[in-house]
């Protein structure tokens, strides 16, 4: 399971900061959604190899009033699911009545914690922070994450001992692309295919409270033959469901909880983002719904975004679709259009998980999304393709040269990966890239799932 790690401190000590530098995207096709520019909270990291989830908690001080007790009581939440809490001060203030009052609450909680000192760029470090010393967590690791300086070695130490006993391995390193390809042929492909046909789809069901996910879980589990229906872990995490359908396997990812029905009248587990966050990052296929008669809100894009971001594939469900006039309809239309509609992958299923309808079609847009996150495509049918969109539409001079594409071959699944080699291609403009995109998107009948193309220099 992927760790979260919590940056907790009081305002304007650089969590921000810190949280923009962590989760910045090594791919900036995949990220460019101008519809979620907005303030985010949780975010994936990649970072030196790991892979983690990070939560900014917002600004706490430990001194909150009225409703700012309320705010310091989710981020004390985010810390409760936290695996790791790093803990940032301001090197250049010095240590405070509050950075204080947060070290007794996270001492009471007995969470894993390491202190940061920020900002030490510019200013004698070792003699800044010293102080932080007595807040009595241990050692102060300095940082400015503002350069980027110290981030790698305070993320390393941090999760280092975490991804053993995690079992989470390092994802290779970020230059590693240029090891030596093998030609990956139509019979590999083949043979990968079938294989893939026997394994079970992860489906995760996601949405904010209420929409309708225990509903649309218990509609589904009735229609169909639950191979075994497992205990629920501890609170944090999801269930997991094994199922059948139409021939198909699947493990349904219920993150709300929803138990044993000898047993639905157990307190249903309170929605958690965390949970949800990580209920994604183990998917194949994330199930996002909204609720028709709420419209999209702002924690529905939140959701999205981390979606968006982790290159899962995507189906979104408008729930409770039945018993609404005309009009509300094309009013939750029009506003779909707008406030969704850069995402040109996924498809939308208005349904009713209550009454069931609509429901038999969401599944047929899962298998389409995974099929298309998971096809194996061999070097030849990829380079051939790239070559298609090379004669439809030559690449610009850089620097007085033509660009060429030479091949072209898969760098990874669910997100499907291309990697485009040739001369100069990574100084080749957006457009272009983006161009590249769509005709694999198009010339693979890619549905239901991002696609990235990622170009490399030389052979
Ligand atoms: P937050 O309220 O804890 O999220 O803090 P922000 O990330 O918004 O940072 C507060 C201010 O500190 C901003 O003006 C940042 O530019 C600045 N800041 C953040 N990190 C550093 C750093 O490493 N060095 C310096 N000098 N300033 C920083
Ligand atoms: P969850 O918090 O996302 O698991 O949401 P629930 O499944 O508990 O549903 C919240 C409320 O919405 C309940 O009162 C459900 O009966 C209701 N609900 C769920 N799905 C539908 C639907 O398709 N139509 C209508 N009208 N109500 C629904």
């Not at 001080?61 to 939440?77: F, L, P, Y």
């Not at 810390?79 to 790791?84: L, M, N, Y």
Request: glycine share 8%.
């Amino acid at each position: 399971m992927i760790p979260v790690v919590a940056l907790v401190g009081r305002p304007n000590v650089g969590k921000s900061t810190l949280f923009n530098r962590l989760t910045r995207t090594r791919d900036a096709l995949v990220a460019d959604y101008p519809g979620l520019t907005r303030d985010r909270k949780y975010g994936r990291a990649h970072l030196s190899g790991y892979e983690f989830i990070v939560v900014d908690t917002g600004g706490i001080d430990g001194t909150e009033e009225g409703i700012e007790v309320h705010m310091a009581e989710q981020s004390m939440a985010a810390i409760e699911e936290a695996d790791v809490v790093l803990f940032l001060t301001d090197a250049r203030s010095g240590l405070t009545a509050s950075d204080q009052a947060i070290a007794e609450h996270l001492r009471r909680r007995e969470k894993t914690t390491f202190v940061v000192a920020n900002k030490v760029d510019g200013i004698d470090a070792d003699s800044a922070c010293a102080e932080f010393w007595a807040l009595g967590l241990g050692e102060v690791y300095q940082m400015a994450a503002a350069q980027g300086r110290g981030v790698t070695n305070m993320i390393e130490y941090a999760l280092a001992p975490y991804a053993e006993a995690l079992g989470l391995v390092r994802d290779g390193d970020e230059e590693g692309e240029d090891e030596e390809e093998k030609e990956y042929t139509e019979e590999d492909a083949e043979a990968d295919q079938k294989r893939l046909q026997d394994l079970p789809i992860k489906l995760a069901i996601i949405g904010k409270p209420n929409v309708g996910k225990s509903t649309l879980t218990n509609r589904i589990l009735g229609e169909e033959r639950v191979v075994v229906y497992d205990e629920p872990g501890t609170t944090r995490d999801s269930i997991y469901i094994p199922m059948e359908r139409d021939g198909r396997e699947y493990i349904l990812i219920d993150t709300a909880g929803v138990r044993r029905r000898s047993k639905v009248n157990e307190t249903v587990e309170k929605f958690s983002v965390i949970k949800t966050l990580k209920a994604v990052e183990d998917s194949n296929v994330v199930l996002l719904i909204v609720d028709a008669r709420e419209g999209i809100a702002e924690q529905d894009l939140g959701l999205l975004g981390f979606v968006l971001n982790s290159g899962r594939a995507l189906v979104i469900a408008v729930n409770k679709w039945d018993g609404i006039d005309q009009d509300i309809k094309d009013r939750v239309k029009s506003e779909l259009d707008r406030r969704l509609g850069f995402i040109d992958f996924a498809r939308i299923h208005f349904i009713s998980a209550l009454h069931g309808t609509g429901v038999g079609h969401l599944f047929e847009s899962v298998q389409e999304a995974y099929e298309s996150a998971t096809r194996r495509v061999s070097t030849s049918m990829l380079t051939r393709i790239m070559q298609m969109a090379q004669d439809d539409h030559q690449p610009p001079m850089v620097n007085g040269r033509r660009v060429k594409l030479k091949y072209a071959h898969a760098g990874g699944y669910n997100p499907p990966i291309v990697v485009v080699h040739g001369n100069q291609v990574k100084k080749l403009p957006d457009s272009y890239k983006r161009f590249m995109m769509n005709y694999y998107r198009r010339s693979l009948k890619v549905m239901g799932t991002p696609i990235q193309v990622r170009f490399q220099d030389g052979d």
